[in-house]
């Protein structure tokens, strides 16, 4: 066997038998080479996989929160004349609702869930015996609505028909629409005609309530189309109508089209989740752009692209930041390879010698390694691109990239083989090594390059949505011109320890600090570096990220909760204060666009609208410290009342720079409720809670120091602190508070529309974290830090095996002389902790300056409602980086006694150096 073996080697065959045989003896090795190759493409492969996966979640989470009304693509018509459709114009619009859809961009189309379409005349004025009973002044418009039998039931009456010519127009109303307006079955209306008709078209159309329905579901969509059938539409000022929709029969409507009133057609579809790829998103909004370019003389309407470009931005940011980690990782994967090669061919350094020896050419020992890579390293990467297939999510075009990376594992062990062939192997502790001018030249070129990297990156930023190649090469050069640095400035102090241990009683404390300077290697440092640096930037980022998540929420709910509504009476406050579990209660007054004029009379100064903000300072001081919030309240705020001369403001940077032109900064008045307030610029802010993050215009006022007034400012919402609040209850307080404002004094107004709403500050704090691309990374995240730090331990251990014989050899040597086990122990932790320690205490460095360095463009604001993301030093990380080199060191210290066991003392004197 063995010279049929060696017939083939000399005439150029490969043995497959001798490449199985060879791979058997070297299992250990060859099979950490075929795990570093499985990772790898699994890495490649499923990860991809998983992003897509949490992004498709987070899509179908940030639709699903969207008002269902967003969500809708509305085609629409203005009132149409006859058209000559044979009397069916309802009819002949209805059969567009299939053709629309079917001309929508494929990414739309596959979006629809549900379609609907509507026919109906423009509101106008309607009269009649039981409206005047109640003095309503009202419009009706008739709409015909195919369906609404399945989507509704009747209470009372029956659904209309096409009435005989000469008859009233038979119209059903939604029960609570009839209550309101005083109507009832067997009502009779008159209609006058909506708008300008032709001169043979009747003015007026008698119309009789005939049915009254209620909805099997008010949230279908069916009932979402506007104006609403459910409800009236309350009137915008005094002397306006109310505005209420009847349904009417298609042919009737039909009826009174051909008798020249003018009809108005929609065709709305409603769009959902699950027909859309979140790796398509900016075709779906492209498509979006298009149909509202190519509506055809049609109006279109939808709000959808608004919410998936907030979307696509998160997972842009996330994708960035996923880029970084990933680089930090296959880096330290291909750092463990080069490692894992060395180590393999260091073992076999006799073998391949032998084959020189015996007049082989360095190419022979090369291609020997070759057919054993080929034999080891791609059905690993195969089976790991099968097993990373298996993860849950839409694949990434990773195909060619798995190929390349299990292509370069692959020809990793013959390079590592021709590079070992060129070097001696001699002695190397019996010379000391000064690094050479062409190595030094490399390793400043390395720090210059990772500087401009840096430098060029900040001023360039980043192209959303695309994997910038300088972004994914940054950490990667930082973390090395890191590794270069720290094993240069290694070995002084421990020499300075060692002179200093020479002096002390004992061997242990010498002998291991002088070994400890002398055994840095470069490359697993360099690798453990790289690993531990992208741990680091997972956990820093993570922690900075979540608290500017408290900061937003913050800005958000500066309390525990907070009450927003119209008006709200100001004796509220007192009763939110006497239900259980509430401390204290604080009126906040809120109004937009208000004018900035000169004087009291209202001299206008030509600037821009304002936010006016009204707050109770100390209150809210105190509610801040109560809740344990990051909110600063300014000084200005503090004011105490009963003072004279204006009021002191805070203001946004943009008003300021505006009124010191004007020469206002001293003297200036707002309006708000009615009521104009002089103040004064006392302090500037770029922004204020209870503000949008993007507010750059507005006036914050103090409201215990505001003047007495004849009418006294009325709070449109109360900020309340306390313990274990009942939402639902402080929901009652505001809408009693709102009613009571709206009912009482001495006019009274209509009741509001809608209720107050309550914000908690737990609630918005979940929001902020939850939803959209956040999955995304946070998955990211997590296993940026586990993978990390795995990788990072396995360094570590190629770390202590890359000095390992040289120990045994010493250790031997010494035990010989008498070294007592506890003392090996003892020198062995001397010898590993300043080499394990130095290489984890750089990873966490440069982990914890690369966000500093790149945040300003990761975009991270995209997952902090807009509140931009400050990096800072966590205390926690002290904790965690000193938790990490324990763990280091003791798995250091595992690694190299499980070496030491496998290899006898007397075994490494007797076989020589090289064992």
Not at 509 to 526: Q, W
Not at 749 to 762: I, N, S
Not at 887 to 895: G, K, R, S, T
Request: positive net charge; proline residues 6%; glycine residues 12%.
């Amino acid at each position: 066997m063995e010279r049929r073996d060696e017939q083939k080697r000399r005439r150029g065959v490969v043995s497959v038998g001798a490449v199985v045989r060879r791979v058997g003896a070297y299992g250990g090795q060859f099979l950490l080479l075929a795990a570093l190759a499985l990772v790898a493409a699994l890495v490649i492969s499923g990860v991809p996989r998983l992003v897509n996966g949490h992004a498709q979640q987070g899509l179908r989470a940030h639709l699903g929160a969207v008002v269902p009304q967003q969500r809708d693509v509305t085609y629409s018509t203005g009132p149409l004349g006859p058209t000559g459709d044979d009397g069916s114009p309802v009819a002949a619009h209805q059969g567009e609702l299939a053709a629309l859809e079917a001309a929508m961009p494929p990414a739309v189309r596959r979006m629809v869930e549900q379609r609907w379409f509507t026919a109906e005349t423009r509101a106008s004025r309607v009269g009649g015996p039981d409206l005047a009973a109640k003095n309503l002044l009202v419009d009706l418009g008739l709409r015909a609505v195919p369906g609404i039998e399945e989507a509704g039931t009747l209470v009372e009456g029956r659904w209309p028909v096409d009435a005989p010519k000469g008859q009233p127009v038979q119209v059903a109303l939604a029960a609570d629409v009839a209550q309101k307006l005083n109507l009832r079955v067997g009502s009779r209306l008159t209609l006058t005609a909506p708008g300008p008709v032709p001169p043979n078209a009747p003015p007026r159309a008698p119309v009789s309530v005939v049915g009254l329905f209620e909805p099997r579901d008010d949230t279908d969509g069916f009932w979402d189309g506007l104006p609403p059938l459910l409800r009236v539409g309350e009137p915008p000022g005094d002397a306006e109508p109310f505005v209420a929709v009847g349904v009417v029969d298609a042919a009737a409507l039909n009826r009174q089209a051909v008798a020249g009133w003018p009809l108005a057609f929609g065709w709305r579809y409603r769009l959902g989740a699950d027909g859309v790829d979140a790796r398509e998103l900016d075709q779906v909004i492209d498509a979006l752009q298009q149909m509202t370019r190519e509506a055809a003389g049609r109006n279109l309407v939808q709000g959808l692209d608004i919410p998936l470009r907030q979307f696509s931005a998160e997972v842009d940011s996330a994708r960035t930041v996923l880029g970084v980690i990933a680089a930090g990782v296959l880096a330290t994967l291909a750092g463990l390879v080069v490692l894992a090669a060395g180590l393999l061919v260091r073992r076999r350094r006799a073998e391949f010698a032998l084959l020189r020896a015996r007049g082989g050419a360095s190419t022979t020992s090369a291609g020997r390694s070759l057919a054993e890579a080929l034999l080891v390293v791609p059905p690993a990467g195969l089976l790991g691109w099968l097993a990373g297939g298996l993860a849950p999510g839409a694949s990434g075009e990773t195909r060619w990239l798995a190929v390349a990376v299990t292509a370069l594992v692959t020809a990793a062990l013959p390079v590592a083989t021709l590079v070992a062939s060129t070097g001696g192997a001699g002695r190397r502790d019996l010379v000391r090594s000064r690094p050479t001018a062409r190595r030094l030249t490399v390793e400043a070129g390395l720090l210059v390059l990772a500087g401009l990297a840096v430098v060029l990156l900040r001023r360039r930023g980043l192209t959303p949505g695309e994997v910038d190649p300088l972004l994914v090469s940054v950490p990667v050069l930082l973390a090395v011109a890191a590794a270069v640095v720290a094993m240069r400035v290694y070995p002084w102090p421990l020499r300075l320890a060692s002179r200093l241990a020479a002096r002390s009683r004992g061997s242990v404390a010498f002998l291991g600090t002088a070994r400890a300077g002398r055994s840095v290697v470069a490359v697993p440092l360099v690798v453990v570096v790289l690993a531990i640096a992208t741990a680091a930037f997972c956990a820093v980022t993570a922690a900075g990220i979540d608290a500017s998540r408290d900061r937003a929420a913050s800005r958000a709910v500066p309390a525990d909760a907070l009450i927003l509504g119209e008006r709200i009476a100001p004796d509220t406050g007192a009763e939110l204060e006497r239900l259980p579990g509430v401390h204290a209660a604080s009126p906040v007054l809120h109004e937009a666009g208000q004018r900035l004029v000169k004087d009291a009379v209202g001299t206008d100064t030509r600037l821009g609208g304002v936010t006016v903000l009204m707050v109770d300072g100390p209150a809210l001081a105190r509610m801040v410290r109560q809740a344990d919030v990051d909110v600063t309240v300014p000084a200005a705020l503090l004011a105490p009342a009963g003072g004279a001369g204006p009021l002191p403001a805070v203001v946004s940077p943009t008003v300021a720079a505006e009124l010191a032109d004007a020469g206002l900064a001293a003297s200036a008045f707002v309006s708000a409720q009615g009521q104009r307030y002089e103040f004064r610029v006392a302090e500037r802010a770029e922004s204020f809670p209870l503000l949008r993050a993007d507010s750059a215009r507005f006036v914050v006022l103090p409201w215990q120091a505001l003047p007495r007034r004849d009418y006294a400012a009325v709070p449109t919402g109360f900020l309340v602190a306390g313990d274990d609040l009942d939402a639902e209850a402080l929901r009652r307080a505001g809408d009693a508070g709102q009613s009571r404002f709206a009912t009482g004094g001495t006019v009274a107004g209509r009741e509001p529309p809608r209720g107050v709403q309550v914000l908690t500050y737990a609630d918005t704090r979940r929001q902020v974290g939850e939803g959209g691309a956040n999955g995304v990374l946070a998955f990211g995240f997590t296993a940026g830090a586990a993978g990390g730090t795995a990788l990072g331990l396995l360094a570590i251990a190629f770390m202590v095996l890359a000095g390992a014989r040289e120990r045994g050899q010493v250790l031997s040597r010494l035990r010989t002389l008498g070294l007592s086990r506890r003392q090996w122990r003892g020198l062995l932790l001397v010898e590993l902790a300043p080499p394990v320690g130095v290489s984890v205490l750089t990873g966490a460095l440069v982990g914890t300056a690369l966000p500093l360095l790149l945040n300003p463009v990761l975009g991270l604001s995209a997952f902090t409602d807009g509140v931009q993301v400050r990096v800072a030093f966590e205390p926690g990380l002290v904790a965690a980086v000193v938790a990490l080199g324990a763990l280091a060191l003791a798995f250091a210290v595992a690694v190299e006694a499980l070496n030491n066991r496998r290899t006898r003392l007397g075994e490494v004197l007797r076989l020589g150096e090289e064992n």
